[in-house]
Structure formats: C-alpha cells, structure tokens
C-alpha cells in the first residue's frame, strides 16, 4: 500500500508564504496525478489544485501545486497568506492498488 | 444550481446496518465516476468507495471491503453506500463526491462534494 504524508501543521504570517509537502511511500509520486483540498471548519473539502499543478476556477494564483520526483513529493504552496487560508489542507492521489489515498493532513495557522 | 444532498445517516448499534443515499441536481450524475469519503471525528479525510457512471465497476478501500456496497440509480440521480455488519470505527461524517472525475463535457473541471451524513456506531 502507499502512503502519503503531511506535516501536522504549519504557519506563517499575513503576507508570507508557506509550503505543505506531501510524501509517497511505495511508488513515484509522478506516476499518479496529485489533488490538494482545503477544509475549513464545518465545512466539506474544495479542490484547490488539481492535476498537480492546476488552478480551479475562482482559487487565487497564491496558490501553486507542484511534483518533485527527488524527493518523492508534492508540495502546496501558498504565497501572501491571508487569514481566510487558515483551513486543514489534504493532499490526494491514486494507487493501481488501493485505488484513491488521502494525506493525513496539514492545520494551517495564519 | 448544483446540489448534492447526502441522507441517510444516525445511530446504528455495532455490528447493525445503515444505507446512505446521495441525490444530486444541477450536473449530469450519469457522466461521473462517484465517490464517499469519510471524515472521523478531529481527523482527515479517508477514501472509502468509488463507482463509475455506468455502475459497472466498483472499488473499495481495504477497511470496508466485504462489509460495504456502493451502488447507483442513474434515473433517480442518485447514489447509494449500503453498510453493513458497522464497527465503531466507521463513525463518522459521509461525503459524496467526484474526487476522481472531475472534467465535463466541455473539459472544464468541476469540484462537486455534498455536506454529508453523520454515521455514528454505538451501543
């Protein structure tokens, strides 16, 4: 089975940038699109990118998706924070196996 | 209007049975692979089922597997998680969701997720 893992949390300051890492254990990161959702509180997840590096329509240009097949990893960045940001963000992707696994999460603090 | 609206959630004792439905309006249900997620109370988000347009092919993650069954009724819009022989550990909030298909016929992506259903396993 693979697995994808997120820090617990992060923070930044209004205006600053933050990256979310998200790391496969058991296969290429690369061989599978990557999904980022965003969860605020009481509320269900919204994509935020998908397909690695897409933007939905209406989600800030703040937010920037990317795959590193060095380390293994995807990473969400999220530049000019704002406090609205403050949300759990997850990380998706897919397995020939498992079929569909969801990173544990990232609480991030503005 | 999209809408997606879960139903079917409660208190199922352990080892009872629940089933969920999903309607759906505003997009054509039909053209999309469907999915539940689960979010346990304080913790992230869990993959449990997905099932294509056609209703032809279905997937389960390994902690359901044998208990659950994922369904669909294309004219009704619908979708369906039948639940049975429930643990504790299947408490928790049910979203239906198209995580894993997400392009409409004109190659736009769409985001569709309802607010879910409240499943909670206990005696």
């Known amino acids: 089975n693979f697995v994808l893992t997120q820090p617990h949390s992060v923070s930044g300051s209004p205006g600053k940038t933050v990256t979310i890492s998200c790391t496969r254990t058991?296969?290429?990161?690369?061989?599978?699109?990557v999904q980022w959702y965003q969860q605020r509180p009481g509320s269900a997840p919204t994509t935020v990118i998908y397909e690695d590096s897409h933007r939905p329509s209406g989600v800030p240009d703040r937010f920037s998706g990317s795959v590193d097949s060095s380390s293994n990893s995807a990473s969400l960045t999220i530049s000019g924070l704002e406090t609205e940001d403050e949300a759990d963000y997850y990380c998706q992707s897919y397995d020939s196996d498992i079929f569909v696994a969801f990173g544990g999460g990232t609480k991030l603090t503005v | 209007e999209v809408q997606l609206m879960e139903s079917g959630g409660g208190l199922v004792p352990p080892g009872g049975s629940l089933r969920l439905s999903c309607v759906v309006s505003g997009f054509t249900f039909e053209s999309y692979a469907m999915t539940w997620v689960r979010q346990a109370p304080g913790r992230g988000l869990e993959w449990v089922s997905t099932l294509t347009g056609s209703g032809l092919h279905s997937f389960y993650s390994y902690s359901v597997r044998g208990r659950f069954t994922i369904s669909r009724d294309n004219s009704r819009h619908t979708l369906f998680l039948q639940m049975n022989s429930v643990r504790a550990e299947d408490t928790g909030i049910y979203y239906c969701a198209n995580p894993t298909d997400f392009y409409d016929s004109n190659g736009s992506f769409q985001d569709y997720w309802g607010q879910g259903t409240l499943v909670t396993v206990s005696s």
């Open positions: 058991n296969g290429n990161i690369a061989s599978n699109y």
